[in-house]
């Protein structure tokens, strides 16, 4: 998967992290900021995509569609489609162009909108990278885990970077008898549960 990823799906990595990193320093504001997973937290959650089993495919935070290009890469490896959501409308046009030059838009479904809201639409989620705003994590983790097939995984950004915000989900799923839960120390910190 990693050694074969196409040219434009490269060069778009690149384009985005180029952009992350310049918005990190130059004061852009927080929300406009793509606020995106560096490379190897990229990498680990195509392991883990890869590795799911087959079912529904889900992506709950956008932005401009980085992390999604990684998922994307072991959704066309073992023949899936995941659907992204995504609630900033400028960002929305940013994704659309990122799956548009990286020729994936068979791969993605994009929906506009609070995930929150379309959630009970899916069953045997098999698959799920949630990296949204943080006041949403807990809403996100009551819908998402019900509607979860057995061995299905949900892999939850920003564990250890906002640890404190996050408190009240992390200790919620750490201690959920649904699922065996961990926290993996690789980018800001994966939360990594595994439903039963």
Not at 35 to 49: C, D, M, S, W
Not at 109 to 136: H, M, P, T
Request: aromatic share 8%; with cysteine.
């Amino acid at each position: 998967m990693f050694h074969n990823i196409p040219k434009a799906i490269q060069e778009r990595m690149r384009y985005l992290e180029s952009i992350n990193k310049r918005d990190r320093v130059n004061g852009t504001p927080d929300q406009r900021r793509l606020r995106q997973i560096p490379p190897e937290t990229g990498k680990f959650i195509a392991l883990l995509a890869g590795a799911a089993p087959e079912g529904t495919y889900l992506e709950i935070g956008t932005s401009a569609g980085y992390s999604t290009l990684w998922l994307a890469l072991a959704c066309k490896e073992i023949g899936r489609r995941i659907v992204t959501f995504e609630i900033d409308k400028e960002k929305c046009d940013l994704a659309r162009e990122t799956f548009r030059r990286t020729g994936i838009k068979k791969t993605v479904e994009l929906v506009i909108g609070d995930a929150r809201e379309y959630l009970q639409n899916y069953k045997n989620i098999s698959f799920c990278f949630l990296d949204a705003e943080k006041d949403a994590y807990y809403d996100c983790y009551e819908k998402l885990i019900p509607r979860m097939m057995r061995g299905g995984l949900l892999v939850a950004d920003n564990a250890i970077s906002h640890k404190e915000i996050l408190k009240p989900m992390l200790a919620r799923a750490l201690a959920d008898k649904r699922v065996d839960a961990l926290v993996v120390p690789i980018g800001s910190g994966e939360l990594v549960c595994r439903k039963l």
